[in-house]
């Protein structure tokens, strides 16, 4: 499988249970679930997989704390962009791509709670861009959608939506239809 034919219905579906392990800091689940978005949404080998979960736990793990280190965060995102680029098919530089994921992390929880932020959609549409080898104005559908979903979720882990089943599954569906739009274009994009 090629980094650039994902299923966009596992990927939201893993993508939607990783956040929802993070933010319970449940994190034996979301390493499982961090190794099936590798191999769902990367195309990576199982031993791939399993070296690019570590590395992107880890940054997770560092970040989570309010009080962390960016540069260790930065080092742990370049180790995982690195195995993801050379154990898939993809063009990107692993430097650029962990600094635009850091950036999403950042930008997201500065801004939590703050729905509908620009910001956000445009580091989400610079993190897919960079990933993908496609322009953020090519990535702004999808990303605005992904943004949506941290709408979602930051509702929930500010107290004003009850984590229910359908809350988490608002966020999944909407994650899901965010990955169609991109690899939509990724199809229509020589």
């Known amino acids: 499988m090629s980094l650039y034919t994902f299923n966009p219905r ?8 990783l956040w929802k392990a993070y933010y319970d800091r449940q994190w034996p689940r979301a390493l499982a679930l961090l190794f099936r978005l590798m ?6 080998s199982l031993v791939d997989a399993a070296r690019a979960t ?5 940054a997770s793990i560092i970040f989570a704390p309010p ?14 962009y690195t195995v993801v680029r050379n154990g898939s098919d993809g063009r ?66 500010g107290g004003r939506q009850a984590p229910t089943h359908a809350a988490w599954s608002a966020i999944e569906d909407t994650l899901r239809r965010s990955y169609a739009l991109l690899r939509l274009e990724l199809e229509s994009t020589p």
């Open 39 to 44: 191999r769902s949404q990367f195309g990576l």
């Open 67 to 80: 009080e962390h280190d960016d540069k260790a965060v930065l080092k742990a995102l370049e180790r995982f």
């Open 92 to 157: 990107f530089d692993p430097h650029a791509a962990a600094a635009a994921e850091l950036d999403y992390w950042i930008v997201h929880r500065r801004l939590a709670g703050q729905k509908g932020s620009a910001a956000l959609k445009e580091s989400l549409a610079r993190l897919s861009a960079c990933v993908y080898g496609l322009s953020p104005d090519q990535t702004h559908p999808s990303a605005a959608l992904r943004a949506h979903a941290c709408d979602l979720v930051d509702d929930i882990t």
């Open 10 to 17: 596992n990927t939201g579906l893993y993508e939607a249970r």
């Open 54 to 58: 570590l590395g992107g736990i880890r």
